[in-house]
């Protein structure tokens, strides 16, 4: 390093996103602002620093060691916040009276947890949140699947949404007498598709008192869903193996409810499917209904890229007021890596439809002028800044991934006539007008 | 408080921003992105937490104080981004060689700054910056200063552009012997709007060793451009001011060329006007040839909501590589403060086109559909969860400004025919079919 260089660096765990994934990212957050306003959901805003105490609230032990906790320049204990749940249950608890219910609202932002860096895991990455709070009404949980269904489809991914019900695992969990030790037995249930069913029964055997009778059933129980695509003859079963549980008995209801609100409203060319999996639980003490998980169908072991459920009381930490809600969150940095790996982001480090070469000094004027008049006919322009040899313009745009480049000299300026090449194919159309270049440009 | 509940409050100089806020923010938030396509600058991302020494590089004294800066978790001395220029710098380092230049990117993200909290002023907001860098040419100047104005176009506000060079100043610093004190005679000059002639003389006295003669060239100097609004009127006026100052006569040289260009290719129909103020310095030691700034026509108090200028070299903190660049920022959270005080912000709680109502427990599965039929001809639809009285639902539509009520009963949903209400006006139209409402909604 030279003499008073600082060395650029970059935080361990935390990268810079260079064009090609920015513009990949940013296209993808258009598409879901577009689907969440569909849905009629508001955006809001959060400060991204709370008080501490605010944060500490509900986490677990597990995120509070997460956080990025300080004292500011005020001696305030602050934090960074951790994920967008608690920063909303605490905006709704100062503002839901003023905005009413039901409220639906989406927030896309960043959040941080000082994790272990891992491969595709970062300290910061951004969450994708979307909920009506204010109803406990059955429909607003068929809304939120259709909506993780939409979302899927307008990014023309082929994906499959499992959605179980948590009254019915509680229900099924108390016929088999393990209704005090659900948050160990849904810790192992969710992880069958990881760890595979011998070592979950292990773990049920070590973790739990449940003896092997209780495990077959709830092997069994699981299976159910394991066997069959229908819902309908997946439910059937239920209701015999448990009859006379009231939580399951309403949990099938649910499901019920929510798969003929499904299938009557799905759309036949969806790129996607709701399938009913018993196996799904998500987490410990949070959900208390509908809890669902979005696989993409190829490559299912990415594991889920849009999860949530239904909640029985958001504010319950800041407020006595009772605020049931559903809600779901997009995985975008996961969404990402998984579409890379899929080789599904384009190879492309520009915005622009074109690039516009420059020739001669003389003709910059000109230059710019027809840049502007092509954007005003809404075609993203890009023009070379300055007058370059064409090879090295040319090479710059195959650089970037820009297909189309429009070669205007001094004399096309000046005849309007204009050339474009088209780089992948090394096909070259001279002569076009002004016109005829919008248009051929727009193709 | 109730026993166990955690007081719901924000920090101090932070703030929720609630739906009809965030719409509109995030609204011009699509028109800024879309802006900056246009001219091809691509998106990047840089982490919000970075090394303090690489964000401490350049900074003013001023500025280190306002960063949120602290010990992480891993004893790391870190700090939150206090602007997006800084972080623009370290990414160019590390990654210029890669990307190539010239290289335009934009950046759209929050910032924080522990500044004293004033009416409108946050610790946290989000700048919108956009640079070409890795070219010396005047033509990337025109470029910015176009993009400013087609920003300001595409949001259908009326503006005006002011615009200035260093060279020129400078220039004519030396001519009046004050070259050495250029620092505090700009930090004077850039105050002439806000306190007056008499107040900026009476400080350039005191704190610089102009005498009287040379305070007197120095506002003559600046009412050139107080008395003309012609470009051309002024700079031949100052070509005999300055004549024999090379860096001014440069820096004229260069104005020309600007104005030549932005004649050239201005739109008939910009709501906005660039004009050459030579009382514009913009900060003290940054910038080295174009600075900018733009007014709100309707606001002009506001101060400047979109500013920037050229620079020599971005990264010299970080490396022996020269990397000259142009570029801007939009002030996001002072221009909505301005519309917000211009009564240009729709007093709207809502992104749906249209409330549809639900009036039937039994026929919710169809009134879902209905929606999801509606949002796949492109109109956003709310949906009530759960059957309610009309007369709230059409209560809840009016308290979100939401202008659009679809009634839908079962009769009209087995019937297929549909009524809808226009809330501001009270007409109702009924017995619409599917094509008729959607073609109402899109209106």
Redesign the interface.
Known sequence: M?KG????????G??????KI??A??EIV?RL?EM????????????????A??LL?KGSQETDKQM?R?????G?D?A?RFDLTIPLA??A???IN???T?F??YHIA?V?R?EKPQRGRY??FVQCDFD?IG???I??D??VI?LAQ?IFNALNIKHTIRLNNRLLLNGFLAGIKAQDESSAVLRAIDKLEKIGKDAVSDELKRETSLEQTAVDTLFSYLALSRESEEPKAILKELRSLCKGQADAERGIEQVELLF??IA??E?SDSLGSVSLDLSIARGLDYYTGTVFETFLCELPELGSVCSGGRYDNL?S????RELPGVGGSVGLDRLLAGLEELGRIPDR????EA?LT?LDESS??????L???L??E?????????PAKLGNQLK?AD?RGCNKVIIAGSDELESQKYSLKIMNSGEQKDALSFEQLAKSLKQ
Chains 1, 2 share one sequence.
């Open positions: 030279a260089i600082i060395q650029p660096r970059i935080l361990k935390f990268r810079d996103q260079l064009p920015a513009i990212r940013s258009s602002s969440f306003c569909s849905f009629g959901f508001v955006p809001i805003e959060t400060p991204a620093l709370e008080l105490e605010i609230g990025y300080f004292e500011d320049n005020g305030r602050v960074l605490r905006f608890a100062m503002h003023e905005l009413g039901p639906r609202r960043p941080w000082a300290r910061e009506i109803t406990e009404s429909y607003a068929a809304e259709l939409s003929a609100c009557e409203s759309f504010v930490v800041y407020s006595k480090a520009t915005t622009a690039l420059v910059m004027g000109k230059s710019i002028a840049a502007q008049k954007r005003q809404g075609i993203a322009v890009e023009l070379y800044p300055s710059y650089k």
